[in-house]
Structure formats: C-alpha cells, structure tokens
C-alpha cells in the first residue's frame, strides 16, 4: 500500500511511528512542512525536515521532542560569548552538520528534494519503505504578525520560529503570513505520491503553520483533492487544547476556534470543495460529532493521545476501520 502523510515535526513524527507500525508493509511518503525553515548564521535550517528524519532515522532526542541525541553545544557557547545574534535559537554540535551540508548543497545548486533526498539516505537507509519530501522546493516562510507599540503602524512581522521559540507565543498573533507562498509550487514528487496514492492521512500537526503551508502551496490542494486516495484528518486538538505545540495562539488569528470539530470543518470534506473524506477526532470532543456531520464531513472518534507507537497505530486502525463506504484503500 502506498501511504502518503502530510505531517508538521515533532507531532507529526511520532505520528509517522505510529502510521509505521500500523502499516510495516507499506511505502510511506512524508510530505513535510517547510514554511518554519529559516536561515542562521548563514546556514539554511529546516526544523520540521530534521526532526522528522532524526526521529525517524533513530536519531532524535526523545526527551526533547526535537534535535540529536546526546547533543553538544559548544559552538553555541562559542557565538554566545562573541555577542553574535540571533542567540535565541539553539544550534547543537552535532545538529550544525546537517545544516552545514544542506547549505552547501543548495548553494551548488541542488534542490531542496535532492538535499533531503542524500541527508535521509543516513537516517532512513534502514527502512527504503520511508521517503521524506518537502512540499516545495521553493523558499517559503511563515511570519507572524503581533502587537508593536513602538512601531509607528502598532505591529510588526516577527519569523515564526522567533515568534514560538524567543517569544513563547505570548505576544497576541494578530496574522499569519506565508512569504513566498504564492510562487511556490509542489515538487513533481509530491504530486506524483499524491497521484499514486492509496491513503492520504493529514497528521494531527498544527493546522496553521504545520498542515496550513502545505495545503496552501499553490496547487496541492486540487491535487490533494483530485488524488483517488481516501484522506483522512486527525485533530491534533483534544478536549479544546492542542497536545503539543501553540495551536491555540495562532487559530484565532485565522478565524477559527480552538475546537476538534472546528478545525475539521476548517479542512473541509471533499464533497464540498474542503481535502477530508472523514475526520477523526478524541472520544472528549464526541459531543461535537454532529456538528461536524452537519457540515457535511464524515467524522469517528477515538482516543488519540499518542502514548506511543502502538497507541497511534491503534487510533491509525479504527479510522481505516470507518472510513465512508465505498472509500476504504486496498490492503
């Protein structure tokens, strides 16, 4: 079976695990999220890319959540003590040689599908079954605009990855804005996953800036939507609060609520122009069930706390288990 996921990084590669071990047979292509990528001190870091491929590859701190396992941060201490900024943003040891060749290898000119492409050729030679691409080759960014009362307008664009890690998401997100998006494009791999496909499933990742860049490259989402492949969404908001990350920051900044049903709804079911054939949401958000049906979309619900491996593939399980008649992949 051909599985194709569209994660954000530390959520959405647990997620993965989970997909993995629901699925040991399958070829699963990650499409990953590259709107938090961002340059520093020359060099060209992709936060949700690396976590997913250390995760993955066995390499990943897991008490962290993100970066290398059994880190150092000498390099670090060493800019620290020069004053060189940005300080805020921890580049580990071990983590800098990835981005050392990345950088390197987009300087020379190789897109950024090629460069996951060699990196992941380390972390996830043990499983050929496993692909990692980036939804673009292009350069996108996701800005977020909050409250300046010095600034002469009364607000200012910070990068998200300032806004998440320098700041804690605490200063009010008045906009998220996506710089580059509109000319970007899905790469050729990811369109012809998408093609191939024989179960999309859209991680519970932060619906703003995890799964919110890649459906607004332009075209993935008609081809999301044209892909004979059942899709199936999983609510990364439990019980109204996200499990991981700042979802409840940033929702309201697009005019949603912080709710399972309204973040389904945000989606949309295919029948009526939205990328979902069926919504998952946790057993505590079961009340509002038929809000979501009566907006048209299919829903289940479950327990989706991702205790481990085996919890995630069981929850991966009961959706397949219900997805609309006439819809269910091929063994």
């Not at 806004?163 to 998006?181: F, K, N, T």
Request: hydrophobic share 45%.
């Amino acid at each position: 079976m051909q599985i194709v996921v569209l994660a954000g990084g530390v959520g959405g590669s647990k997620f993965v695990q989970g997909v993995r071990r629901a699925h040991p047979e399958a070829t699963i292509t990650v499409v990953g999220n590259t709107a938090d990528d961002i340059t520093l001190h020359g060099l060209r870091v992709c936060p949700d890319l690396d976590t997913m491929m250390y995760t993955l590859g066995g390499g990943g701190d897991d008490a962290r959540g993100w970066g290398r396992l059994d880190e150092s941060w000498r390099v670090l201490g060493e800019l620290s003590a020069y004053g060189l900024e940005p300080s805020w943003f921890s580049l580990g040891d071990l983590d800098l040689g990835t981005h050392l060749v990345r950088t390197q290898m987009l300087e020379a000119g190789y897109p950024l599908t090629e460069v996951t492409q060699a990196l992941c050729a380390r972390w996830l030679a043990d499983d050929p079954g496993l692909r990692l691409l980036p939804m673009s080759d292009d350069r996108v960014e996701t800005h977020v605009v909050i409250p300046d009362p010095d600034s002469p307008a009364g607000r200012r664009a910070v990068h998200f990855q300032e806004y998440w890690v320098r700041l804690h998401a605490v200063p009010e997100a008045l906009e998220v804005v996506r710089v580059g998006i509109e000319a970007a494009r899905p790469t050729a791999a990811v369109l012809a996953a998408l093609a191939a496909a024989d179960l999309v499933l859209v991680a519970p990742s932060n619906p703003v800036v995890s799964i919110g860049p890649i459906l607004a490259v332009p075209g993935l989402r008609a081809a999301l939507r044209a892909t004979p492949a059942p899709v199936v969404g999983f609510a990364g908001i439990l019980g109204g609060a996200p499990v991981l990350g700042m979802a409840h920051r940033l929702l309201p900044a697009i005019g949603v609520a912080v709710e399972a049903a309204a973040v389904g709804l945000h989606y949309g079911s295919r029948d009526a122009g939205g990328v979902l054939d069926l919504w998952v949401m946790d057993d505590r958000d079961a009340g509002s069930a038929a809000e979501v049906t009566g907006g048209g979309l299919a829903v289940t619900t479950t327990d989706l706390v991702m205790a481990d491996a085996d919890a995630t593939a069981a929850f991966v399980r009961h959706a397949l288990d219900r997805l609309p008649t006439g819809s269910a992949p091929a063994a």
